[in-house]
């Protein structure tokens, strides 16, 4: 089995102490393997030339350069590939298209079913599964990372804020190294893994990538960290344990100013008292005829994050009342209005980490990436994945 050691010095780092060119970083390119159209059932897809220069190998046989001008199709066939062009038809295991140059990138077309077009960069391999093709683009891991920035942001954030959002999610590729392993790939390209739909038109996006080139994020342990983020802490960010079971030193609770006047700061939800007090009955066993104690659960103030709506003999917690009644955090007060409960809560999302709108703002006045990294988590350090011998196998 594979392992990571960790022969590697510490960088403290001085946000001015590099800038790492595209060009250096394709000299010692690592790549990662990540599945295209992870959940669909694909039987037959185009291929186009974009740019640069393609070979197309048959398992491991160089068959021909792809001609820029004419379309290639692949087509599942049983326990194999059919690839066809041109006056030309011949079966395969795998098929590849493998680029001659670092700029070589091509666009993939899903016939059936008809999905819209997609461009990715570098290498194309094709085989068969029981129902559907096994699309794997083997790609620059700079590359992939500045194409999940876009799909996981957007395009529209600050330039500290698009590094730090490499780093987050390129510390996410290589901690979740082997989540696919025994299929053959390191990530699908779905929520599941990190959302990767295609390379990134942001020149800005594609830059912070590289500038940040090979950053990940490190506890005191030398471990890769859960780099975990969500749209905005409503104030306060929570415990790793209080949302999920494990404790973890770098996802601890900080209060957050940031956050507050931002798109998700603050909402609101309405439910009827009857449902209400159903809900609590019936899971958790709540007296709610009891004149008394009703009122915990129809009146609840939270001036600073709870675990618990109520934590005595019943033990309410805010995280599965928040999944249950759909609400966009467990950071919320109520109020008994009428025949309804008004919940008023604050934030969107689990809490835990990298509060993302705060983030903005920091970017937004000033922060470089490594401030805000240094905010949301604790005791973390930065480093080169490079100098973890993590793509060397046993
Ligand atoms: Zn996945
Ligand atoms: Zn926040």
């Not at 999302?349 to 990298?354: D, I, K, N, P």
Request: proline fraction near 3%.
């Amino acid at each position: 089995m594979k392992r990571i050691f960790f022969f590697f010095i510490f960088l403290f780092i001085d946000c001015q102490a590099f800038v790492v060119t595209a060009q250096s970083t394709t000299d010692k390119q690592q790549t990662i393997l990540i599945r295209l159209f992870a959940s669909y059932n694909i039987s037959s897809i185009n291929f186009f030339h974009v740019s640069g220069e393609y070979s197309v190998y048959g398992d491991s046989t160089k068959l021909f350069e792809v001609d820029k001008i004419s379309f290639i199709s692949v087509s599942l066939s049983g326990d194999s590939v059919i690839l066809q062009k041109p006056n030309y038809t011949k079966k395969f295991r795998t098929v590849r298209f493998v680029p001659q140059s670092p700029s070589s990138s091509f666009k993939i077309k899903s016939v059936q079913p008809d999905y819209k077009v997609r461009t990715y960069d570098d290498e194309l391999q094709i085989s068969a599964l029981s129902k559907s093709l096994r699309i794997i683009n083997k790609v620059d891991i700079e590359k992939y990372v500045a194409g999940v920035v876009q799909w996981e942001v957007g395009t529209n954030n600050p330039p500290e804020y698009n590094k730090m959002q490499t780093i987050v999610c390129r510390t996410y590729a290589l901690g979740n190294w082997r989540r696919h392993e025994d299929e053959g790939f390191q990530l699908c390209d779905e929520v599941h893994c990190q959302v990767f739909k295609g390379k990134t038109f942001s020149q800005n996006i594609y830059q912070a990538a590289f500038e940040t080139s090979e950053y990940i994020i490190v506890d005191d342990s030398a471990r890769i960290i859960t780099a975990a983020f969500y749209s905005n802490c409503g104030g306060q960010t929570m415990n790793s344990e209080d949302v999920w079971s494990k404790s973890v030193s770098c996802l601890r609770s900080i209060k957050d100013t940031f956050c507050i006047h931002k798109l998700d700061a603050v909402w609101e939800k309405k439910i009827p008292k009857d449902l209400w007090l159903d809900y609590v009955k019936t899971k958790y066993g709540f007296p709610v005829s009891d004149p008394l104690l009703v009122n915990k659960v129809l009146n609840f103030d939270q001036p600073y994050r709870k675990i618990y709506l109520v934590n005595d003999d019943f033990f309410i917690p805010l995280k599965f009342v928040r999944e249950d009644m759909k609400l966009k955090s467990t950071f919320f007060t109520i109020r008994e209005e009428g025949n309804d409960v008004v919940f008023r809560g604050r934030g969107f999302g689990h809490g835990v980490g990298l509060c993302q709108e705060g983030a903005k703002r920091m970017a937004d006045i000033g922060y470089s990436y490594t401030k805000i990294l240094n905010y949301y988590y604790t005791n973390i350090h930065l480093i080169r994945f490079s100098q973890l011998d993590f793509f060397k196998a046993d």
